[in-house]
């Protein structure tokens, strides 16, 4: 059992040796069956709702099935009807122009706002609490309360608010062009506060010595932000970028409930077709909706691979 | 992995000690919180204010005031802020930040609650005059009393529950055989769990739906609890974090449990639990608002109007009166917001440490 023998040992014989030691006694009495049944939960939950949903996912994306009658095979057939359907450039327009209306908005704001956070001398927790305050609204509420916000009538909230400074009124949701900037403007009110929370706790963490060694350089306090502060986040902003897109592209809240994909399919999202393909009205189209995910999840992980090895030189973490 | 995962890495005899340093008012720069004293002394000042403050914080949320935001800096030094310009720019945009901060998260939230007390017609056409027509309680009355708003409340809170009991029991007992007990299959098990943390949610959605209506054992799930409950258990995102904090806990101290003749199972619940309060607390937090965000799932597999969370029930509101619509989003906000500016401490560092265990 000692792994210096086990090194100088050829594999054969130190099964032998070891089924020889191991009886079901030894192994209880050292603790191998409590081990197992401490496991257990661990093991029927990922078992179950984890690791054979995983499995079953690549079944089902072979599979024509609508969950009731018994699936049958077939082939790549699934993988060939959702790569041909007609919405599906549409969608994956959709979900690409979110995702990058979400960094253009979503990703420097919490950046300035944790830099500047960080620098407080009082006050940093109720500044904390007031930009983490929407985290905790429930998205259903949020969205709900956005979308009166977003009346697109000249008494609507955000059209009178415009109107003092003789702006607008705009058709927010309800026209094609302003729908996913409406969304995108909502999902980054809910989600920001996370993200500055995650910057201030990374921002802690930026060694006191490196401040005290730019400031004998005489380093000005910018320059000791561009050079000192922005550097140490730098580990922490790759994975929040790639989290983002991650998170961005299979967002499917906000268009759902907002617009339902509409006006015109300006807002149906990848998700929102997978959602359809399997449980609209027309759905139960299980097979073909269980390959668009799969597909969208094989886009992500080579996206995820890629960034890793791109910035993989520049990292520090 | 930067001071996060350091601070609650340290021992819990430390987090008894580390509240108590604020009150001493020597700064302590440089100086690991265990060593804040003389350990009989700061045990005592640590269960006396442990007392004064009861149990909300719990230890762990507390420590991130402790010494080690005395010691750190930030960009601008002392030096810094006593030039005038230097303070006046920075002392300017602090105060920008506050009104955008306060217009910006605080404002909608606080339109909200307006709303909810004025009459649906001046929502209507006056929707940013204050009560231009009087006040009114008779949204919440409508929410509360004709749309059961209570009822739904609760249906959460027992998906909240089940979920939050499901989650700490996989997180808690699959982190004590990961890092503790670390039979000869853990670091296969370990590999098994970290992989389905790079599985996108939107693989599992149908292959999980499938699973639900059609369980390996018993009745169809739908429309039982048990569908947000037992999914809700395979977070690997909670098995690593509860399995970090095990790994940074002494093994002296189960190595000297074993020897007295404690059992795994003595050592799990007398030693480790108890050791292990501050990370359960995150991870409950997690949990907790994670089942009161959650829509999708829930909406897919609670459809009987006796299980359907609020979540679920708001969304097929959308089209009601808007007073009334109004008042119920302002009591399904209601609760949330209590609970974190109750817990802000946890919700703060738990909300820190996602970030530092996904860094």
């Known amino acids: ?317 | 992995m930067t001071a996060t995962s350091s601070s609650q890495g340290s021992p819990p005899p430390d987090s008894l000690a580390g509240p108590a340093v604020p009150a001493v008012p020597t700064p302590r720069a440089g100086v690991a919180p265990g060593h804040a004293g003389p350990p009989a002394t700061s045990a005592v000042l640590a269960r006396s204010l442990r007392a004064r403050r009861g149990a909300s914080g719990g230890p762990g949320g507390r420590r991130r005031r402790g010494p080690s935001d005395e010691r750190e800096r930030g960009a601008l030094s002392v030096a810094d802020w006593r030039r005038p310009q230097v303070a006046w720019t920075w002392r300017g945009m602090h105060l920008a930040l506050l009104v955008l901060l306060v217009v910006w998260c605080l404002g909608p939230l606080l339109l909200l609650a307006k709303f909810a007390f004025t009459p649906t017609q001046d929502i209507l056409t006056h929707p940013m005059a204050l009560f231009p027509n009087g006040f009114t309680t008779g949204n919440i009355e409508q929410a509360w009393t004709r749309y059961h708003i209570g009822r739904y409340f609760m249906n959460t809170v027992w998906v909240a529950l089940g979920s939050w009991f499901v989650q700490v029991l996989v997180a808690t007992t699959g982190g004590y055989v990961l890092s503790v007990l670390r039979p000869r299959w853990a670091k296969a098990l370990n590999w098994a769990v970290l992989t389905t943390l790079f599985v996108p949610a939107v693989v599992l959605l149908i292959p999980l739906y499938k699973i639900v209506v059609d369980p390996p054992v018993g009745e169809t799930l739908i429309n039982s609890y048990l569908a947000v409950w037992l999914p809700a258990g395979a977070s690997a995102f909670n098995v690593v974090l509860v399995s970090r904090f095990f790994d940074s806990l002494p093994r002296e101290i189960f190595e000297a449990a074993r020897v007295d003749g404690a059992g795994p199972l003595r050592v799990f619940w007398s030693i480790v639990l108890p050791m292990s309060r501050p990370i359960i607390g995150v991870v409950s937090v997690f949990a907790v608002i994670a089942s009161w965000k959650d829509f999708l799932w829930p909406f897919l597999v609670l459809k009987s109007e006796t299980v359907k969370p609020l979540s679920v029930y708001l969304q097929s509101m959308a089209n009601v009166d808007k007073g009334t619509l109004m008042a119920a989003l302002a009591i399904s906000t209601l609760i949330p917001v209590v609970m974190f500016l109750l817990f802000q401490r946890m919700f703060l560092r738990g909300a820190g440490l996602g970030g530092a265990v996904k860094g």
């Open chain 1, 1 to 317: 059992m000692t792994t210096t023998d086990a090194v100088s040992v050829p594999p054969r014989v130190q099964r032998t040796r070891r089924e020889r030691r191991r009886t079901p006694v030894t192994w209880v009495r050292r603790g191998g069956l409590s081990a197992l049944l401490f496991a257990l939960p661990l093991l029927v939950i990922f078992g179950v709702f984890s690791w054979w949903p995983i499995v079953s996912a690549v079944e089902m994306s072979l599979q024509k099935t609508n969950l009731v009658d018994a699936p049958t095979w077939v082939g790549l057939d699934n993988f060939r009807a959702v790569l041909s359907d007609p919405l599906l450039p549409t969608v994956i327009k959709n979900t690409a122009w979110f995702a990058l209306l979400a960094l253009v908005f979503g990703y420097p704001i919490p950046l300035v706002g944790a830099v500047l956070m960080s620098e407080l001398r009082r006050r940093k927790g109720f500044y904390s609490v007031l930009a983490y305050l929407p985290v905790v609204v429930p998205p259903v509420v949020a969205v709900l309360l956005w979308k009166f916000f977003y009346d697109p009538r000249p008494q609507g909230v955000f059209n009178t608010v415009l109107g003092w400074v003789g702006l607008g009124p705009y058709p927010w949701l309800a026209d094609a062009t302003w729908a996913m900037p409406s969304l995108v403007l909502e999902a980054t009110w809910a989600a920001a506060g996370g993200t500055v929370i995650i910057y201030l706790a990374a921002l802690i963490s930026v060694p006191a010595e490196l401040y005290d060694a730019a400031e004998v350089d005489g380093a000005s306090v910018w320059r000791k932000i561009w050079h000192v502060t922005l550097p140490s986040l730098r580990g922490v902003l790759f994975i929040t970028l790639i989290l983002q897109v991650i998170g961005t592209a299979q967002i499917f809240l906000e268009p759902f409930l907002f617009t339902n994909g509409g006006p015109n399919h300006a807002t149906e999202t990848i998700m929102l077709r997978v959602y359809n393909l399997a449980f609209a009205n027309l759905g139960n189209n299980f097979g073909q909706a269980t390959a668009l995910s799969l597909l969208l999840a094989a886009f992500l992980a080579v996206a995820s691979l890629v960034y890793f090895r791109l910035t993989r030189s520049w990292s520090t973490s």
